[in-house]
């Protein structure tokens, strides 16, 4: 029992355990005080902006992103309600982060943050539509600033990026770089849509997490998250069948899932833990969310990679043929 304890901790990476804590605490202290399950996204909304924060380290940048995500998760959800709209907004910032991290490799993982918190945040309030209104919103909103001032307070020392528009100059040579993010949800939402899949942003999500022209990584990442993944959902089989589910076991699930985020040094410890916490979560639903979720991570990782590999070979054509005398 000593040894398997030591080798969780030798797995834990510290400073990102303590920075998902303190932006997961003071949601928590709010649902404690309110119990209603929808302020839950004050936590997962402010993971999102935590989480890159630690790359570039720009306090108004943690701050424009939590809003626009929280924003436009609340205007799918409330406002628009139509896929096709949603649709085209997501298509429109796909193009934008594209450009901006193909100059900037350090804002990727702002990229990838942003559509998390888009696709995921749209999800849950979805879920939790019919206990949100307006003053229910204003909590959320109130608790998100409240988790960064207290998150900017706690952490003083942190490393900035430097941000210049000088950096970002159009160049034609970078044209299918810039169009990688558009390109894979045109093809990506085909699928979605064409045969209705079930909980779309993680067939999403599987195919942007392997979306790199790096093939190498990607297809180990495929192999990480389909071996972490299976593992987890069992484990979480097996739980759900021996344990009953109660509003304890699903709050404690929840929070697993922010923390795996970044609590581990290896990506498949985190996702193993996180697939194993969405399936004790989703409560009554285990059989029917684990099976999805494994699914969407094959067909969604198969997307990802295959729409890699051809615009990485068309990108290296296109370097190839610009960079002839």
């Known amino acids: 029992m000593k040894k398997l304890i030591h080798i969780i901790i030798d797995r834990i990476e510290?400073?990102?355990?303590?920075?998902?804590?303190i932006a997961i605490f003071p949601g928590l202290i709010i649902v404690s005080?309110?119990?209603?399950?929808?302020?839950?996204?004050?936590?997962?909304?402010?993971?999102?902006?935590?989480?890159?924060?630690?790359?570039?380290g720009h306090r108004w940048l943690l701050l424009l992103h939590v809003n626009v995500i929280f924003l436009f998760s609340l205007l799918f959800v409330f406002v628009f309600k139509n896929h096709m709209i949603n649709s085209l907004i997501l298509l429109l910032f796909s193009l934008l982060l594209g450009y901006l991290d193909t100059h900037l490799k350090a804002l990727k993982i702002?990229?990838?943050?942003f559509f998390i918190g888009l696709l995921y945040g749209d999800a849950e309030m979805r879920t939790d539509i019919a206990s949100i209104s307006p003053h229910s919103l204003l909590i959320i909103y109130a608790g998100i600033l409240l988790s960064c001032l207290i998150f900017f307070l706690l952490l003083k020392n942190f490393r900035k990026i430097e941000l210049s528009w000088?950096?970002?100059k159009f160049s034609l040579v970078d044209s299918i770089e810039y169009s990688r993010y558009f390109i894979f949800f045109i093809v990506a939402?085909?699928?979605?849509?064409?045969?209705?899949?079930?909980?779309?942003?993680?067939?999403l999500w599987s195919g942007l997490s392997v979306l790199t022209f790096d093939l190498l990584v990607a297809k180990k990442k495929i192999k990480d998250r389909l071996t972490a993944g299976s593992i987890g959902v069992l484990f979480g089989f097996g739980y759900m069948i021996i344990f009953p589910s109660n509003r304890y076991t699903i709050a404690l699930a929840y929070i697993g899932i922010?923390?795996?985020?970044?609590?581990?040094?290896?990506?498949k410890d985190g996702f193993g833990l996180r697939?194993?916490?969405i399936t004790v979560f989703s409560g009554?639903?285990?059989?029917?969310?684990?099976?999805?979720?494994?699914f969407n991570i094959l067909i969604g990782g198969l997307i990802g990679i295959t729409t890699a590999f051809v615009l990485s070979q068309i990108d290296l054509h296109i370097k190839k043929r610009f960079a002839k005398p």
């Open 14 to 21: 510290p400073e990102g355990l303590r920075d998902l804590a």
């Open 33 to 56: 005080i309110i119990r209603e399950p929808y302020a839950l996204l004050i936590s997962f909304f402010t993971v999102c902006g935590v989480i890159p924060f630690r790359q570039h």
């Open 110 to 113: 702002l990229s990838s943050w």
């Open 166 to 168: 000088q950096q970002y």
């Open 189 to 203: 939402m085909t699928v979605w849509l064409s045969f209705d899949m079930s909980q779309p942003q993680w067939l």
């Open 258 to 267: 922010l923390l795996s985020l970044r609590a581990f040094k290896r990506y």
């Open 275 to 277: 697939c194993f916490c």
């Open 284 to 294: 009554s639903s285990y059989l029917v969310i684990g099976e999805a979720r494994l």
